[in-house]
């Protein structure tokens, strides 16, 4: 799965203004290979999560449809600054907890971390994720899901996407990493740079698939 990563940079008097131009991004549904959208505010910035199947899905709807949804919007208007990366999901990489008992309310809470690894630690990355990354996230309260995304074109940079309920206290990859992640007999930097944002979900911002089914991860399920 393709995920397309969108920050901007709204001044306080415009924020308004951008609320309102999103709703017209809910055309989007109904675009093939299109499987939902998601975001809220940071202190600075909104920022949104927006799926897809893969990059030919997400290139049709692109050179087809975006550039008038964006007129619609007014956001090009509405922002000082727009910032959008493109990450693949790691298929093997990923927690979803929405059939536990411990999960009882909709996803209300959206976090993102962005990492750059140290260079030449990628295999104990890799072991990080097998022993340390899925039994934490396994257990957290308030989780929905998580999944681990690699960046299109830059090796060695990654991005975790998670949601949880509102009232949740969410898990920090970088947390479980920092001041040092210890194997036997060494502690190791696997970082080189992190960035976490942590945001109330905008209802009014989440676009679910037109028709959705399993792979549809940004509705909660009903009960």
Sequence with gaps: MLLKMIRCDVAAERREAFATGQQAWSAVAERPGFLGQAGGWTERQACLASWWTDWAAYSGFRKELHDHLLARSGHGLACDR???????????EQVDRRGSSDVREAPGLLQVELLELAPGCLPEFREFLTWRWH???????????ARLCRHRKRPGRYLIWSLWAAGARP????????????IPQRRLQLLRSHEAMRMPLETTWSVPQAEAGET????????
């Design 82 to 92: 727009i910032e959008v990366s493109y990450w693949e999901a790691v298929p093997e």
């Design 135 to 145: 039994s934490a996230l396994a257990g957290s309260t308030g989780l929905h899901e």
């Design 171 to 182: 898990t920090s990859f970088a947390g479980l990493l920092q001041p040092g992640y210890r």
């Design 216 to 223: 549809s991860f940004l509705v909660p399920e009903e009960s």
